[in-house]
């Protein structure tokens, strides 16, 4: 079983950054393929962003592609979340997901996830 702990999430104007953390209790963290995700009130829960096992493979939401960026550091068991040019419509509570795996394969569906954070809200105004 692996915990995970958002953190980084706040109030910005549009156009600005921020960058999430999410950190694993599990030592094994370099066998879990991580995902960002995030919910919108009243909206189901969306892709965002994931990193397979090894950091060669990432994928991301077309709304997000060329502002956000994932990235990990096993030695440190977390993976990351750089938010830049944000826009009102990016304001949602972010969680991050991990999936053990031994292939270096990209997830994108909440049903592919067992584990999760308890979300860090992020709100761009106008």
């Known amino acids: 079983q692996v915990q995970l702990v958002e953190s980084g999430g706040g109030l910005v104007q549009a156009g600005g950054s921020l960058r999430l953390s999410c950190a694993a209790s599990?030592?094994?963290?370099?066998?879990?393929?991580m995902g960002w995700f995030r919910q919108a009130p009243g909206r189901d829960r969306e892709f965002v962003a994931a990193?397979?096992?090894?950091?060669?493979?990432?994928s991301y939401a077309d709304s997000v592609k060329g502002r956000f960026t994932i990235s990990r550091d096993n030695a440190k068991n977390t993976v990351y979340l750089q938010m830049n040019s944000l826009k009102p419509e990016d304001t949602a509570v972010y969680y991050c997901?991990?999936?053990?795996?031994?292939?270096?394969?990209?997830?994108?569906?909440?049903?592919?996830?067992?584990?999760w954070g308890p979300g860090t809200q992020v709100t761009v105004s106008s």
């Open positions: 997901a991990a999936r053990f795996t031994s292939t270096d394969n990209l997830y994108s569906l909440v049903s592919q996830y067992r584990y």
């Open positions: 990193i397979s096992r090894s950091d060669d493979n990432t």
């Open positions: 599990r030592r094994t963290f370099s066998s879990y393929a």
